[in-house]
């Protein structure tokens, strides 16, 4: 049972460059989201999804987009790549059958120059 | 959901029990405690959760008071890969409504030898 994994572990982006971070998981959950983690600041909620074809915006969505096409996967987008957006990026999922305990991927690190 | 409050961090000898404390007075009452950590560079990872019972699984022990306002954490005889940050958080039992979770900075734990 792999649980949620996501692609790429590391990223070195330019400015300006677009790119999606992959996140998929086999636990058969309706929820997913993503996170990012700055030093200082905690986890962010960016975008989350309650079930195939339905997202929405969590605290810090500008700049990134969402879709869910099935429920395994939730892949992010970052449209035209800031430095600002220079973080590690954590893939989550929920729900039935597992309760509500959230399962978390091992991260994606991003760098932008 | 409720905010949680938690130290900033907290020191540990090897072998001794470490106990982590979280303030959560404006809990609902359907809201569950739970708990996480982080090892360096990991994504979280789940550890136990309750509602108004203590509990113990494996990793842990989770003692919430009576008047559920805040709780503990028990790492009954701590080793040096407990070394982590300690996330307390309260969830509704919506398990999709991860848009509202604060996670905070939660409690750097650091065992010592």
């Known amino acids: 049972n792999a649980g949620v994994t996501q692609t790429p572990k590391f990223q070195v982006l330019k400015t300006g460059q677009s790119m999606t971070l992959q996140c998929a998981q086999d636990?058969?959950?309706?929820?997913m989201s993503w996170y990012r983690q700055d030093p200082g600041m905690g986890l962010r909620l960016i975008h989350y999804?309650?079930?195939?074809?339905?997202?929405d915006q969590g605290e810090v969505p500008n700049g990134y987009n969402v879709s869910r096409s099935t429920t395994e996967d939730f892949p992010l987008r970052l449209l035209s790549a800031a430095p600002s957006q220079t973080s590690v990026y954590f893939c989550?999922?929920?729900?039935?059958?597992?309760?509500?305990?959230?399962?978390f991927g091992e991260g994606s690190w991003l760098t932008v120059v | 959901d409720a905010k949680t409050t938690q130290p900033t961090s907290m020191d540990c000898a090897e072998g001794r029990a470490a106990n982590l404390p979280c303030n959560h007075s404006?809990?609902?009452?359907?809201?569950?405690v739970y708990w996480y950590r982080q090892i360096h560079s990991q994504g979280p990872q789940y550890i136990i959760h309750?509602?108004?019972?203590?509990e113990t699984n494996e990793m842990a022990s989770l003692i919430i008071t009576e008047d559920r306002k805040s709780s503990t954490l028990i790492l009954p005889h701590a080793t040096l890969r407990d070394t982590a940050v300690y996330y307390c958080?309260?969830?509704?039992?919506?398990?999709?409504?991860?848009?509202?979770?604060?996670w905070g900075l939660g409690t750097s734990l650091a065992v010592n030898p």
């Open positions: 989550a999922s929920s729900g039935t059958p597992s309760g509500n305990t959230i399962y």
């Open positions: 636990m058969n959950h309706e929820y």
């Open positions: 999804s309650v079930g195939a074809g339905i997202t």
């Open positions: 404006t809990i609902s009452g359907n809201e569950y």
């Open positions: 309750g509602l108004k019972n203590n």
């Open positions: 958080i309260v969830r509704s039992l919506n398990a999709g409504n991860n848009r509202k979770l604060i």
